[in-house]
């Protein structure tokens, strides 16, 4: 999320009392980060997790803790209720949940989701056990059908010192969340999105391999963005970092990208292959180390399988290439476009410094049949990817 991206939109936040309440502190920062007006509001039982003076500090606004307190004029969570043009609970409690599915107004946040008619975000986070109960999965059936959004939590080390699902996404996810729904973006709602991402590396004996600069980095920005939209994404990676949220398959060589991608694309609706496959793989591959000596020596290379060709147009799927070129951007992308049969391609301009491979930004021209639909600036690439799923969903909404 970048600087201003949310300058003057309203986001009111719930805290629960939960070990992670700590953990809505950096929430908070993100927000007002990226330009958010932020009011906080707490449980009883949140305010003996975080005080509120810390939330206070960090939103710049009063945090309304007691609903009863005489400033609060006994309509804090009335004011509050109008003022959001988003609420977010984070952390949610199994507690509060069910006091939100139930109807319950028993203290400022379950007062004023009530009172209120802002879309409301919920960041579960508890014991596993306690997320997978009945009760606790009823009520967050209940909020998802009245339209809540809910930010899956994530599995890992849980506060009871086991391992399980249950722990707080993180703050870079839940305020991706809360962005794509202050700007009307959580358009890709049940999508499946496949995304490939990273360079193959195709070996040249066990230890050693032929490659590319590709980090992964805009592919992984695509994917998150596509996750925060709602879509049920798998990222297919020779970079796995074990992202929240989305399932990821970590592959080496371009047969095995093409493999994955074959199983994960079978029921998918949209493809962005954002990889860098290596165009040529060693003609023969060492079954043991090479050795080193004192003479030149050949590697022999053959083309490399063609991952998008191969795969082929499909109904139904929504087929994105990407096209790094040093040159002729626009005309290699045209090219491109026709000779693999895509729908869309995002043309990156390589070889520029401080932009592409391996870097944080990117620059990019977005190209369909129709001709051009976008010309991104130079931005962080979680930006690119937000104006990449734009034309994306326009395109498919075009019918093409
Ligand atoms: N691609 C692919 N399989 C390959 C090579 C590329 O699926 N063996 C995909 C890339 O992921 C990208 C698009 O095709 O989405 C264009 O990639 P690029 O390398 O720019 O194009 P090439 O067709 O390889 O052409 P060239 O390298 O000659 O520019």
């Known amino acids: 999320m970048t600087q201003g991206r949310l300058q003057g939109r309203r986001v009111a936040i719930g805290v629960c009392g939960g070990i992670a309440a700590y953990k809505a502190i950096e929430c908070i920062r993100l927000l007002t980060e990226a330009g958010a007006e932020v009011r906080v509001m707490m449980t009883p039982e949140a305010t003996r997790f975080v005080t ?92 998802r059908a009245r339209r809540a959004v809910i930010v899956e939590p994530a599995s890992g080390r849980l506060a009871s010192g086991k391992s399980g699902v249950g722990r707080l996404a993180s703050a870079e996810r839940i305020v991706a969340v809360i962005g794509a729904v202050l700007t009307g973006r959580r358009t890709l709602d ?32 695509l994917a998150e963005v596509a996750a925060a939209r709602g879509a049920d994404v798998t990222l297919v990676t020779t970079v796995p970092s074990g992202a929240e949220g989305m399932t990821e398959v970590a592959v080496g060589s371009a047969t095995e990208m093409l493999k994955a ?104 021209t977005i190209v369909t049949p129709s001709g051009i639909v976008a010309d991104v600036p130079r931005l962080p690439k979680l930006e690119v990817a937000d104006r990449i799923w734009d034309a994306i969903d326009a395109g498919r909404n075009r019918g093409g």
């Not at 609903?67 to 977010?88: D, F, M, R, T, Y």
């Not at 490939?196 to 920005?221: H, L």
């Not at 191969?310 to 026709?338: I, W």
Request: no cysteine; aromatic share 4%.
């Open 190 to 221: 049940g999508l499946r999105v496949v995304v490939s991402a990273g360079g193959t590396r195709e070996a040249v004996d066990p230890v050693r391999y032929v490659g590319n600069f590709s980090s992964g980095k805009m592919g992984r920005a």
């Open 261 to 364: 991608l074959e199983q994960a694309t079978a029921h998918a609706d949209v493809l962005v292959m954002a990889a860098a496959v290596a165009d040529y793989v060693p003609e023969q591959v060492a079954a043991s180390k090479l050795r080193r000596t004192d003479r030149p020596m050949d590697l022999r290379l053959r083309p490399n399988v063609d991952i998008l060709k191969t795969l082929g147009p499909r109904a139904g799927l929504y087929r994105v290439g990407f096209a790094a070129e040093t040159e002729d951007l626009r005309a290699q992308a045209q090219q491109k476009l026709s000779a693999k049969q895509l729908d869309m391609i995002v043309a990156n301009q390589v070889g520029v410094d401080g932009q592409g491979l391996a870097s944080d930004f990117n620059a990019v």
């Open 52 to 143: 509120p003076l810390t939330l206070e500090a960090l939103s710049y606004n009063p945090v309304a803790a007691d609903w009863l307190a005489p400033q609060g004029g006994g309509e804090s969570h009335i004011k509050l209720a109008e003022w959001a043009n988003v609420i977010a609970i984070v952390p949610a409690t199994a507690n509060t949940m069910a006091k939100l599915a139930l109807g319950f107004a028993d203290e400022i946040v379950s007062g004023t989701v009530l009172a209120s008619r802002a879309p409301l975000v919920i960041a579960p986070a508890m014991n596993d056990v306690m997320l997978t109960q009945q009760p606790t999965q009823d009520h967050l059936n209940a909020l």
